[in-house]
T-cell receptor, first 115, second 116 residues
Framework: NAGVTQTPKFRVLKTGQSMTLLCAQD?????MYWYRQDPGMGLRLIHY???????AKGEVPDGYNVSRLKKQNFLLGLESAAPSQTSVYFC??????????????FGPGTRLTVL | AQSVSQHNHHVILSEAASLELGCNYS??????LFWYVQYPGQHLQLLLK??????LVKGIKGFEAEFIKSKFSFNLRKPSVQWSDTAEYFC??????????????FGTGTQLKVEL
């Protein structure tokens, strides 16, 4: 049981490049989330999903897109990276039906630098 | 708007000192409350949570927190800190299940440094 995994762990991009971050969970959780963590700002929700094929915007969605084609995977895309997107990205998952109910489990994070 | 405030941004303590970290949230209703810890270079781990019942909750590693509904607060405490408690601590709130998704709103975090 690996929990929540994220790939890659580190990435450096140039302004304007695109990339996709992959999150996978093996707990059969319905809900998945993408956060970004910046110094002094805590974690802020980018997008989330309550089920396969369904996504919704969080607090800071601009510049990001997501897809949830399979229940266990949640992809975060940056179409045209900007230096303001330099951050650490965390994925999380939770379930309202599988114990521990409504507790979010986090992945190890992806450190992204945009030059 | 829903918000979570952590008033102490940086705390430095000596080993064996007592710890209390403040957390306040913006308004009431049904809330689920969490404290997460992030050790250097690691991902977030759950310390403790409150959903209902006894407002004094105990978590891992000797941490506890008290939910005071009238004050919209959920302060984290530990009677005697250790050097290994050096980490960043985040309070998070979920305002019920309306709209689905169990979205969490995080505070800005408190950096705790414990000196030997």
């Amino acid at each position: 049981n690996a929990g929540v995994t994220q790939t890659p762990k580190f990435r450096v991009l140039k302004t304007g490049q695109s990339m996709t971050l992959l999150c996978a969970q093996d707990m059969n959780h319905e809900y998945m989330y993408w956060y970004r963590q910046d110094p002094g700002m805590g974690l802020r929700l980018i997008h989330y999903s309550v089920g396969e094929g369904t996504t919704a915007k969080g607090e800071v969605p601009d510049g990001y897109n997501v897809s949830r084609l399979k229940k266990q995977n949640f992809l975060l895309g940056l179409e045209s990276a900007a230096p303001s997107q330099t951050s650490v990205y965390f994925c999380a998952s939770s379930s309202p039906t599988i114990p521990p109910y409504n507790e979010q489990f986090f992945g190890p994070g992806t450190r992204l630098t945009v030059l | 708007a829903q918000s979570v405030s952590q008033h102490n941004h940086h705390v430095i303590l000596s080993e064996a000192a007592s710890l209390e970290l403040g957390c306040n949230y913006s308004y009431g209703g049904t809330v689920n409350l969490f404290w997460y810890v992030q050790y250097p270079g690691q991902h977030l781990q759950l310390l403790l949570k409150y959903f209902s019942g006894d407002p004094l909750v105990k978590g891992i590693k000797g941490f506890e927190a008290e939910f005071i509904k009238s004050k919209f607060s959920f302060n984290l405490r530990k009677p005697s800190v250790q050097w290994s408690d050096t980490a960043e601590y985040f309070c998070a709130v979920n305002w019920g299940l309306t709209g689905g998704g169990n979205k969490l709103t995080f505070g800005t975090g408190t950096q705790l440094k414990v000196e030997l």
